[in-house]
C-alpha cells in the first residue's frame, strides 16, 4: 500500500511537472537563434559594427521581426522570413567587411604615397655614379641593394656591375634600374622585359575603367617612362577580345595622358584562344618594357 | 534601407498570400530580381561570389517558372528571394574587390618600408 502510495505521489510530481512545462514558452527555434547569434559576433566585431551602416540595420530589424512573429507565422512564411533575414545578414557582414578594407586601403595609400616622397628624397641624396672605370665600364651604386644606377656615356658599356659585384647585361641592369625606380608598382624582370602586372581588380568591374589604385601605378611607370624615351613599351591584354583590347586602351590612353608617346607603345590582347596558357578568368594587363629596346 | 524592410515586410505578409499577390506585384518583383542578378554579373560575382550568384540564378529560374504557371504567389516568393540573394552576390563581390586592393596596397607599403630600412625583412 505504502509502494503504491509513493508510485501514485511520484506519478502526480511527472505529470505536474509535464503540466508546467507545456505552459513554458519553448525558446526561440533554431534558425532565428543562428541569426541571432550571427548578429551578435558581428556587432562585437569593430570593423562590422562601425562599418555597417543601413545594411546591419536592415539584417538588425529583419531578425528582431523574425523573431518577434515566429509564432503566428504559417511555415511557409516563416521559411521565406529565414531565407530573406539570412541574406540579409550575409550583406550587411560583406558590405562593413568591404567598407573597413576600403578605409583601410585608402589610408595604405596615403602612407605608400608618403613613403615614395620619402624614397625619392633618399635616392637622390645616396646615388652616386662612377663612370670613369676602364672597358667595358662598370657602374657602381652606393644606393641600397640591388638597386642598380646606370649612367648615359659616350661609348655604352656591355655589361654593368652591380653593388653586390654581379656583372649583368646593360639592358637588363637598366630594366633594374627602372624597377627600382617604380616602387610599390607589382613588377617582375623575366624573359619578355620588365612586366608592371595590372590584375582585374585594378580595373572596375567588368569594364575597362582603372581603379583609383591602377591610376597611382601608372603615374609612377609614365614618370620613369618619361625619363626614358628610347624604351619600347608593350600592352599585353589577357581575357575576352573585346574587353582586353578596352582595356589595353585604356591603359595606352592613361599612359599617353601623363606623357608617354603613343607611338612607343604597342597593344596587343592574348584571348581566350589560348586556353592552354591562361586561365579563363584570367583578366591581367601586362604592361612589358622590353629589355633589348636598343 | 526601406527596400530591404519591405523585403520582409512582404515576406511576412505572404499569410493568405495567394489572395495578396496579383500578377502586377509578381511582374514587379520579377523585374527588380532580374535587375538584382544582373547587376551581379557586372560586379563580376560570377568570379567573386560564384555560390551566390548560381543561387540567384536558380531563384530567378524557378519565379520565371511559376510566372510561366500564373502561380503568382510562387513568383513573388522566388523573386524576392532571388533579389535578395543578387544583391549579397554584389556585396561580397565588392568586399572581394576592396579587400584584393587593399591587399596589393599593403604588399606595396611594406616593399617600400623594407626598401627604406625600416620595415621588417
Known sequence: ?294 | MKRYRLFLLAALAVSGAAAAVDRDTATLELTQAATAVQTAERDDAARYAPADLDEAHAMLDSAQSAADGRNWTDVAIYAERAKVTGDLASSRSRQHRAEAATAEIERSVDSLQHQLGGGAP
Open chain 1, 1 to 294: 500500500m505504502k509502494t503504491s502510495s509513493q508510485h501514485w505521489i511520484l506519478a502526480s510530481a511527472i505529470a505536474l511537472l509535464v503540466g508546467a512545462c507545456a505552459t513554458v514558452p519553448p525558446g526561440p527555434p533554431p534558425d532565428v537563434v543562428r541569426l541571432q547569434n550571427d548578429l551578435d559576433r558581428m556587432h562585437s566585431d569593430p570593423r562590422i559594427a562601425s562599418n555597417g551602416g543601413a545594411e546591419l540595420a536592415n539584417a538588425d530589424a529583419a531578425v528582431d521581426m523574425l523573431a518577434r512573429n515566429e509564432r503566428t507565422l504559417q511555415p511557409r512564411e516563416y521559411q521565406q522570413g529565414v531565407y530573406i533575414a539570412d541574406k540579409l545578414v550575409g550583406i550587411a557582414e560583406a558590405s562593413a567587411l568591404a567598407r573597413y578594407s576600403e578605409q583601410r586601403g585608402m589610408q595604405l595609400g596615403a602612407e605608400r604615397e608618403r613613403l615614395l616622397a620619402q624614397n625619392a628624397v633618399i635616392e637622390t641624396r645616396t646615388t652616386t655614379i662612377v663612370t670613369d672605370a676602364p672597358p667595358p665600364r662598370t657602374i657602381v651604386t652606393e644606393a641600397p641593394p640591388p638597386r642598380t644606377v646606370v649612367t648615359t656615356v659616350a661609348s655604352p658599356p656591355r655589361a654593368v656591375r652591380t653593388e653586390t659585384g654581379e656583372l649583368m647585361p646593360r639592358a637588363r641592369a637598366e630594366l633594374m634600374a627602372m624597377q627600382n625606380q617604380m616602387p610599390g608598382v607589382e613588377s617582375r624582370l623575366d624573359a619578355r622585359g620588365l612586366v608592371i602586372r595590372l590584375g582585374d581588380f585594378m580595373f572596375e568591374p567588368g569594364r575597362a575603367e582603372l581603379t583609383p589604385t591602377a591610376e597611382q601605378s601608372l603615374d609612377s611607370v609614365a614618370r620613369v617612362l618619361r625619363s626614358d624615351n628610347d624604351a619600347g613599351i608593350a600592352i599585353e591584354a589577357y581575357g575576352e577580345d573585346g574587353m582586353a583590347l578596352r582595356r589595353a586602351n585604356a591603359v595606352r590612353d592613361y599612359l599617353g595622358a601623363r606623357g608617354v608617346d603613343s607611338t612607343r607603345v604597342s597593344a596587343r590582347t592574348i584571348g581566350y584562344a589560348t586556353r592552354n596558357t591562361i586561365a579563363d578568368n584570367d583578366r591581367r594587363v601586362d604592361i612589358v618594357i622590353r629589355g633589348d629596346y636598343r
